[in-house]
């Protein structure tokens, strides 16, 4: 939704154009970018607070994987992979809940400690030669927290999550995102390609047609990026006075989410981070999606809106940066869901990014390396 | 649903034979289909009466792709592809509409001639080196009218309309089809090949045990055929006395559809335009059908019925026909509906065809030589 | 859901493990098994008593085949492929009904004895050179009844169906299954592959945590297995007493199945019948299931109660063991399910089965050498 004025005309490439149709017709390119992508990053899977004490578990469930991250006795987090060493079987069903102290298969009752995995009982197999409960443990998955959130990855070597984030680490810091509570989560089911997704939030060059409402907040030329190449994107708008804030109205709907420098308490952030995660940072409340292909034409968004505690007390209500979000979302889902039809065509090419789309050509050059297609530059 | 009688023993090919089985069951033969005939020939999109003034429109949706049909201000029809040059979206969302001059498409605004397709708007593009709007006006279809339709070809290269349908160019003038106005449409959704459908339509061998009421109007042993061999392919059925026309009840159900000559008005006319029309012209009204592929085992039919404008002005109505038809294509669809069930059978073979089927023994056969299947002949 | 104590521990191969991943995830792999297995067997199709005179028939329609099974004159079975040799049409619709004489195809009429197959009568197919009718009778299936069963195989070369069935063609006799009246017949639907289903009813290990409410009629570390190696496997559980049966409430329901020695009356039976048979003999009533793979993730099983005459006429009810069964079905089909689910991660591998569960390891071998995969070994 948005894309902030360019800083120097170098930030865009001449010649960029957008990607070839099998990106986004191509079931087996799907497959490749679930190999390269989806099972190699780490991926949002929720919050820190959904897991306050020892023993509560969440399942995050994609790609066929179903992985159960849990609160530990010393308050960190572990991820097992929902999967019994006897016979396969999904042990947990429920999206949410609370161990004792262990993970039992409802099947034939093999038992696993939920703090390190260990298998501890596993009944008549002492009758089977040389079985050693040490050998069949739960799958590890690797986990982290970050500003709040919780991240996984399904990749067995992982990238140090430090190094996989180090543009954007220590980027939000000033944002008190941690602290932050959850107020909302909505979730999309959307007939187009994941990374229409993206390239649609990456830019506000379609601002002034699509969301008339937001135009009226957010002036689409205002504004500058501070991160214009590479996996992380973004920068920030100016929001239009007297408007304070990109609710239905333009009012506040909560206090400052943090102690904000004034410039801050004037902007609103948009940040793509690779590959399926966005984030839009506004004074009085942040929300953030995670986007997921369900099939090369479909994909599943998950939204949630954040606000600072006081809020919560303080009688505010977020109702009026929902709706305006929820407004704003639908008016992208349904113009990216024409995107992909007119792409399926025959007679569809690539066409040129003009410079104020320069963010989305920088996000096509990210993934496109990322891929590992060096040969499909997106400059012609 | 018809035959006719032969005129020669030498119309009908011994030893022709049904279909073999892969032309039943095979997505990858569709897939062909498709290719070899249904993006190379002229389709039937619409009436003329549809598009009447400067500006009008229609979309033409099928296998894909989405062709805007537009009425120009000359009075003839032009066709575009509805895909913006710019990202590949789909501009246009409504089946039917008008346009003021232009087509604007509504993601980032760029804008084209209704007329000739050139692109005369496109924000900040011109800050892109080397970009012309010369080079990005939409991709045009072609599109041709004749008796009161409006055909499309998709191919880069079509055939030219008039050698493609040289065989029945004037065969219809004298049933004055352009001057027939449209009263019913219908859709129905079939669990069977299209070719099914087309072999179902060109022989009436079936009527008997199949159609109890079209029996009683138009004996099976009636008529002849006059196109025997090809791509067009029909000819005409009597109308048994005292039935009037094949309607409910056997009354005509409006005035004759042209000045016709005496043999016209006791006759019914039933001719398949290849690939994919079928043609059914009665002495007070006519009624076609559109026969689309959806999958290997699935078909949607388009059926619409015209009359002569006076009798809808003279108090006539069509419902008649359109229930009697209604009737007889439901037995239709029935029946090629278990065809397409039996036929997946590991047992299915090749059957022969009676002389009496000598007309879906050609159509097999002209289907055959399209596709490029010489060494497919029906005959054993 | 059962097992039974093992005989002797050389009926246990050390080291057997679960099988591997795509035997459960691989559409291929399915097409494979319908090739291998489902086509070459002999198969469930109804019961006798579905056709008690001549003329009656029932449709098996399976694997995209609908066969025609119908009761001789000469009180027999016979059956034939439900596809006209004319152009493939399936003639019959219905599940069940009763021919005269005659099939007759309802497209173009071509007619065939019902008691053999032959074409005796093809309109207009006497203008065809060289046409014979003795050359277009309608496709044999083979078809065999058994204890009350019919079973069919599409083979075109089965193996005797006594030669199929040798270990147990006689292990039933003393139940008295051919003169049991079927009492009640349920379907369901389960998102699991049909090999987990099979697996599932030849283990009791899971009844403790699974099924409460049938371990506290049949204890898992009861009874013997007598089948314990090859296609047919099986064996007894005891009842335990004051229970008389497997129902709801612990009473019989029924007046005994057959004259049955007093071992019987205190013992639960439970066989697979491979490929896809489970047959269950209770003191007081019979179930039995065949279980239908849909795709590699989703499976029907049907399921059938049977009773002696007399209990149907001594005002007994079979709703306690209908119950019964339902409930610890549903029990196993979604564990099954939540199997289906574990074993598609990518980090699911063979898990080792212990000696309580030395019936599936067995059907498991009985299933690879049937597919003809030698060298997947279930043993590590």
Redesign the interface.
């Known amino acids: 939704m948005k894309s902030g004025y360019l800083r120097t005309a170098s930030t865009f490439v001449?010649?960029a154009q957008?990607l070839a149709q099998r990106y986004y017709s191509s079931p087996a390119l799907l497959d490749e970018e679930i190999e390269q992508l989806f099972?190699r990053r780490w991926m949002w899977v929720g919050r820190s607070d959904e897991l306050p004490n020892a023993g509560d578990y969440l399942l995050f469930e994609k790609f066929?994987?179903?992985v159960v991250v849990t609160r530990t006795k010393r308050g960190g987090v572990t991820a097992f992979?929902?999967?019994?060493?006897?016979?396969?079987?999904?042990?947990c069903?429920e999206p949410r809940g609370t161990f004792s102290e262990t993970i039992q298969c409802?099947?034939?009752?093999w038992t696993y400690s939920a703090s390190d995995g260990r298998l501890i009982g596993?009944?008549?197999?002492n009758?089977?030669?040389g079985?050693s409960r040490d050998d069949?443990g739960l799958?590890a998955a690797s986990v982290h927290e970050w500003e709040g959130w919780i991240f996984v990855s399904?990749s067995r070597q992982p990238i140090a999550f430090e190094d996989a984030m180090a543009p954007v680490l220590t980027t939000f810091s000033r944002f008190n995102l941690a602290a932050l509570r959850r107020v909302e989560r909505r979730t999309y089911d959307i007939r187009a390609n994941w990374k229409l997704i993206l390239?649609n939030y990456n830019e506000c060059?379609?601002c002034?047609?699509?969301h008339p409402e937001l135009s009226r907040v957010l002036p689409y030329t205002s504004g500058a990026n501070d991160l214009f190449e590479g996996e992380f994107l973004g920068g920030y708008m100016e929001i239009l006075e007297p408007n304070e804030s990109a609710t239905l109205g333009g009012k506040a709907c909560g206090v400052p989410i943090g102690d904000l420098p004034d410039d801050d308490r004037r902007r609103a952030y948009y940040y793509s981070l690779f590959p399926n995660m966005m984030l839009s940072i506004h004074p009085d409340y942040v929300n953030y999606y995670s986007v997921w292909p369900v099939r090369e034409d479909r994909s599943i968004v998950v939204t949630e809106w954040m606000q600072h505690p006081d809020s919560l007390a303080g009688g505010y209500s977020p109702q009026s940066a929902i709706d305006f979000w929820d407004l704003t979302n639908r008016q992208d889902w349904h113009?990216c869901e024409?995107?992909q039809?007119?792409?399926?065509?025959?007679?569809?090419e690539p066409?040129?990014?003009?410079?104020?789309e320069s963010i989305p050509a920088a996000w096509d050059r990210a993934y496109l390396s990322a891929m590992g297609h060096p040969g499909s530059s997106n400059a012609s």
Do not use: D, K, W
Request: aromatic content about 10%.
């Open positions: 001449q010649g957008t099972r066929g994987e179903s992979y929902n999967v019994c060493r006897h016979r396969g079987t999904r042990m069903g409802p099947y034939h009752a596993a009944p008549h197999m009758e089977v030669e079985f069949f799958h399904l390239q060059l379609h002034p047609t699509i113009i024409q995107g039809l007119g792409i399926a065509s025959r007679v569809y066409g040129p990014y003009s410079p104020r």
